[in-house]
């Protein structure tokens, strides 16, 4: 009997830091399964492009600025900040070993084998809440795609980067003016208080129209400076 297109392939399945991540195909889609929940695909992407662009465009033609990435994911966000000139040091930080393998030897290569080659382009293998909190470097924008957003996280500890104090650490690694980008499933009234209670300015939201149910947004806010 020949297999439906509708069953999912698991193309690889890892038990890695943080629990089990599991890469399938549906067709012609990429799926990212982290412990049993569903987190991303290949379907679309133009909320993790919007995330990049929201960020440079906040920035107000700051020369050749950097960027960081929270979350390397399907690679949407990378390969869109790559296709951009204006953009500096790109940085993307992924705590999943498998995920990173999947982009540079597996599958997901497809995608991004030319944002992995940018010259600009930087991988760093470590958890993201650790990076902002010990890191000595800076950044004019920070772009964060983790989990599902402020109100509902997978992995636990996750929740703690949209607090008040993850979004202070947040803020430390930003220079003077720099943006917050934080990609969101649903619109989170409650995180963009969070963001203003934090001392961020200029926040809003912005939507990605979709034919139905919730959107997928980004928060933006503007470290003081």
């Given at each position: 009997?020949?297999?439906?297109?509708?069953?999912?392939?698991?193309?690889?399945?890892?038990?890695?830091?943080?629990?089990?991540?599991?890469?399938?195909?549906?067709?012609?889609?990429?799926?990212?399964?982290?412990?049993?929940?569903?987190?991303?695909?290949?379907?679309?992407?133009?909320?993790?492009?919007?995330?990049?662009?929201?960020?440079?465009?906040?920035?107000?033609?700051?020369?050749?600025?950097?960027?960081?990435?929270?979350?390397?994911?399907?690679?949407?966000?990378?390969?869109?900040?790559?296709?951009?000139?204006?953009?500096?040091?790109?940085?993307?930080?992924?705590?999943e070993?498998?995920?990173?393998?999947?982009?540079?030897?597996?599958?997901?290569?497809?995608?991004?084998?030319?944002?992995?080659?940018?010259?600009?382009?930087?991988?760093?293998?470590?958890?993201?809440?650790?990076y902002?909190?010990?890191?000595?470097?800076?950044?004019?924008?920070?772009?964060?795609?983790?989990?599902?957003?402020?109100?509902?996280?997978?992995?636990?500890?996750?929740?703690?980067?949209?607090?008040?104090?993850?979004?202070?650490?947040?803020?430390?690694?930003?220079?003077?003016?720099?943006?917050?980008?934080?990609?969101?499933?649903?619109?989170?009234?409650?995180?963009?208080?969070?963001?203003?209670?934090?001392?961020?300015?200029?926040?809003?939201?912005?939507?990605?129209?979709?034919?139905?149910?919730?959107?997928?947004?980004?928060h933006?806010?503007?470290?003081?400076?």
């Open positions: 009997m020949p297999i439906s297109y509708d069953i999912p392939e698991v193309l690889d399945r890892r038990e890695g830091p943080h629990g089990e991540v599991v890469l399938r195909r549906h067709g012609e889609l990429l799926q990212i399964i982290a412990n049993g929940c569903f987190l991303m695909d290949t379907s679309d992407g133009r909320s993790e492009r919007l995330l990049v662009d929201v960020a440079l465009d906040a920035l107000d033609g700051r020369p050749g600025p950097s960027v960081l990435i929270g979350g390397l994911g399907v690679g949407f966000s990378l390969t869109h900040a790559t296709a951009d000139s204006r953009w500096g040091r790109i940085a993307v930080v992924e705590r070993p498998a995920i990173i393998d999947w982009h540079r030897h597996g599958p997901l290569s497809a995608l991004s084998a030319a944002a992995l080659a940018d010259p600009r382009t930087e991988i760093l293998e470590t958890d993201l809440v650790t902002v909190n010990e890191t000595w470097d800076t950044y004019d924008a920070l772009c964060l795609d983790i989990d599902n957003g402020p109100d509902w996280t997978v992995t636990e500890g996750n929740d703690g980067l949209y607090s008040a104090a993850g979004l202070a650490s947040c803020a430390r690694v930003l220079r003077p003016g720099g943006v917050l980008a934080v990609w969101s499933a649903q619109p989170s009234p409650e995180f963009e208080g969070t963001l203003r209670n934090a001392g961020f300015q200029q926040v809003r939201t912005e939507e990605v129209p979709v034919a139905r149910g919730v959107p997928d947004v980004v933006v806010g503007v470290r003081p400076g």
